[in-house]
């Protein structure tokens, strides 16, 4: 199936939920503003109440499992080897050796041309590779050089492809294009015959889109385009995850199954590094969204020290003492 017909397909999706008869910028413009604005200070506020409930005992072991399941462990800098994404994926495939009953992370994050050496140290698993692609983290590129950059990802074996979102042209207002894009990338995620199509999760950079409108119009951009996750950042720009942000994409992907029947991922990622930061943001999952999406399959953590801290507090609950830093690998 060629790009030009996938991106058909989506087109024509999306025309249907609009309620139009061409998927033009300017209905798509006036779609997404036409949703509605977001109160900053009453989010900010829901934000904060929500992360100060206060998790104990088991249902606290509980929730230090299940975000350890969700993790996607990462590793994205320049100086990255083989050795270190090797070493990585040992951790991800076994947290704590002194526990075996610690619960896997759900996938390792690299770079293209770590791909295939993080697919052969995980395989038989269960750990997902993901790989960052699209000209990450900028997005800069042709619409060319993203294409071929995630059929590399996807032909080294990456099940999951983490893009980048044109966020110049979506603040200038050309939703149209930000669309085409990634239903084009949705194509490449494809492979032929019965392997599994690799999952596109599409990064907004929520830190460079300024409001929290801007967030939501994004996220529903994302999903009318393709994605299977939203997830909020790269990691690379200051601010990443914030609370309020993710709960805005939860309100989301929640009001999105309500109209399409559909469930997409959220994952937040960069600045979450405290077992406290993860637990309130399982809070909002379940607040916002609902239990549904308190599993990996839809709902993840991008980072690299969180597992640490996860660790040494599931430690702590087992045996009742604070552990050491050399508890754990540093990463």
Sequence with gaps: MSSQTVTAEATERARDILGVTRLTNQALSGWLHGLPGVDEVGADARAATLGTRSIKTTAKAWA???????IDLT??????????????CTKARTPDPAHLDTPRVAAVCVYNDMVAVAREAVAGTGVNVAAVSTAFPSGRASIAVKLADTRDAVEAGADEIDMVIDRGAFLSGRYLHVFEEIAQVRQACRRDGDAPDAHLKVILETGELVTYDNVR?????????????IKTSTGKVSPAA???VTMIMLEAVRDWRALTGEMVGVKPAGGIRSSKDAIRHLVVVNEVAGEEWLTPQWFRF???????DLLLQRHKLATGAYSG???VTID
């Design 64 to 70: 230090i499992d299940t975000a350890i399941s969700m």
């Design 75 to 88: 590793t994205l800098e320049g100086a990255d080897t083989a050795g270190k994404v090797r070493s990585l």
């Design 217 to 229: 119009r994004a996220s529903w951009l994302a999903m009318l385009a393709g994605a299977d996750f």
């Design 242 to 244: 914030t609370l309020p």
């Design 302 to 308: 991008g980072a690299s020290s969180l597992l640490n």
């Design 325 to 327: 830093p050399d508890y």
